[in-house]
């Protein structure tokens, strides 16, 4: 059959229509009922993606990124700051939890074929618990506090070294960073059974399930190597924000870059997950 330019646009037409259609079913089903989760998030835990600054110049929307961490000892003195931002390897994600995970883990590590073998296998899909402001984030500030300490201990008795001066100036940027900066959100478990994760971790405004990708990867620490996980990516990065809500957020994102020192305008809005664990912005609960 021949297409006419009339034919052609009812065509490209129709596949709009229902690519909107199945878009907006997707959300009705998502939103459908009481939500999975509710969180009070502010600009630590929700901030604007890179280069937001110059594409907003081109695009009217607003999204924003959700900004989650991960507790990874392997990083020695910097554990507990801002490394392990959206991805990491957890201290928690051990061997046992990736076989409980699907992974094949009967390679031995040891062998350098196998441990390439280990590492190449696929990643998987699983779902992600997220603590907010809990006890994995107290213990990283805790550790921040610790570090500031002793480098301010080490600078004492070293006062004309510049090199103990800049590490004891690094050690409270990174304290006064997990006080007002860092997202207090968390990845501290991850399974494939909603329903047991939810009794496991049942209080709804602290904890949230998402979807996110994981892979296996070989851990050398003290000299020892063993096999864990690395989680990649949450299935949903950028939440759509409502147009009638923009009024309330925009005072805090145009604003100066925040900083340890200064803070800038706060905000804090609260985080729904639907059923089909996709997350979007319910209310604006203050900014100033």
């Keep these: ?12 037409a129709a596949v709009i229509l229902l690519a909107n259609a199945v878009a907006l079913t997707g959300v009705y089903l998502n939103r459908s009922g009481e939500a999975e989760s509710r969180l009070v998030l502010t600009q630590r835990e929700l901030g604007t993606p890179w280069g937001w600054g110059m594409a907003r110049r081109e695009n009217s929307g607003l999204a924003l990124a959700l900004n989650w961490r991960v507790s990874d000892a392997s990083v020695g003195e910097y554990y507990g700051s801002g490394i392990g931002m959206n ?5 928690w994600l051990d061997e046992a939890r990736m076989v409980a995970l699907g992974f094949d883990t009967a390679a031995s590590a040891a062998d350098q074929s196998n441990r390439r073998r280990l590492e190449r296998q696929l990643p998987r899909d699983v779902l992600l618990v997220l603590e907010l402001a809990g006890p994995v984030w107290q213990q990283a500030l805790e550790r921040a506090r610790q570090n500031a300490a002793r480098h301010e201990a080490a600078l004492s008795v070293n006062a004309d070294s510049k090199e103990f001066a800049a590490k004891a100036k690094r050690a409270q940027e990174q304290l006064k960073h997990e006080e007002n900066v860092n997202s207090r959100l968390f990845a501290i478990d991850a399974g494939l059974d909603r329903a047991a994760l939810r009794a496991k971790y049942p209080d709804r405004g602290r904890y949230l399930i998402l979807k996110g990708t994981l892979r296996p990867r070989l851990v050398t620490q003290d000299k020892k190597t063993r096999l864990g996980g690395y989680l990649t990516a949450l299935a949903v990065t950028r939440i759509n924000v409502p147009h009638v809500l923009r009024p309330e957020l925009e005072p805090a994102l145009h604003s100066h870059r925040r900083t340890a020192d200064n803070p800038g305008p706060r905000f804090e809005a609260v985080l729904a997950v639907g059923q089909r664990l996709e997350p979007w912005i319910e209310s604006v609960l203050a900014a100033r």
């Design 1 to 12: 059959m021949k297409l006419t330019p009339w034919k052609t646009l009812v065509a490209g």
């Design 87 to 91: 991805g990491g390897t957890p201290d």
